[in-house]
């Protein structure tokens, strides 16, 4: 197993230059109403300072050579600055300044999957054909052929402008913390992990109740298909002769189900989990732009239209470490669930 890790570790190194070299030329590799040096300049610098800047990056060179300047800048802890839509600071900073946000609608969109998901399979196999079932199948489906965007203006329609014309208590549409939340001491980033740590139960609510509609709309299309890949799993699983054994021998369903049968059903539920959370990760951009969720999704879509590759590349890159990160943890957990699985 320590073998194989190491192995997968030195691959990463390999994905994550590809990755960079592909995102690199088609960010800069084509024309663009933007110049990629803009970033890096201000209104205080002069003509001269301005050629400096742009010749020490590299960029009045060709752009395979361009690619190597900005290699080495990253190599030494310099992706650049944002472009205009960020003031022009550090992408750095900015991303890890929204990248907790993320973080946050990912957890709580994968907890909603697996807390509604799993059960719904279970239930779906275990009463096969049943009513239950069938309103399952129904719930997924509708799950899985639902445009995002279309799933997340509905909840907003109906949980904030109808319940505000009905008179009822209403959850909010965008953005992850009301304006007029206090300042509190951030030790995560997160609001709602900060606003416990603060022991400001307030703000912790706040920030739970505008969670609510954008993880609800991002778990809705991943639920769907976690619940048919459990149903299918479990239906699978049951048919063994262990489970037969197991139920000649007196033992109850529940351990039945949860204690032989669920075991053997989870490893690709487990796929499915481990890489839904690492595309959450990488950002939502549909999901965050609709709610104006301040994440780096929402960010890379305002990079990408004025052309701020550098944010870009950095978005890019964390995204890909995340996916391939994640690969590597759902096959250690293969192991770990089977213990059968060597590698």
Known sequence: MYEYIIRRSVLLIFVLFGVSLITFYLSRGFPSAFNPCAPYITTKMSVTQIHNVCASHGFYLPLYEQYFYWLRDVLTGNWGSAGTWAQGLPVMSVFASRFPYTVELAISAVIVTVVVGLPLGIISAVRNNKPVDHASRVVALTGISTPVYWFGFILQLVFFYYFIRWGLPH????????????????????????????????????????????????????????????????????????????RSKGLSERVVIFRHALRNALIPALTVAGLLF???????????????????????????????????????????????????VVDVLYAVVDPRIRY
């Open 278 to 328: 690492a595309g959450l990760l990488g950002g939502a951009v549909i999901t965050e732009t609709v709610f104006n969720w301040p994440g780096v999704g929402f960010d890379s879509v305002r990079a990408v239209l004025q052309g701020d590759s550098n944010f870009v590349m950095l978005y890019t890159l964390v995204t890909a470490l995340i996916v391939v990160v994640a690969n590597l």
């Open 171 to 246: 959850l909010p549409n965008q953005g992850a913390l009301s304006t007029n939340e206090p300042t509190i001491t951030t030790y995560t980033g997160i609001p709602i992990i900060d606003g416990l740590l603060n022991a400001n139960w307030g703000y912790a609510w706040d920030a739970f109740i505008h969670v609510i509609l954008p993880s609800i709309t991002l778990a809705f299309a991943s639920l769907g298909a976690l619940t048919r890949l459990v149903r299918a799993s479990m239906l699978e699983v049951l048919r063994q002769d262990y489970i037969t054994l197991a």
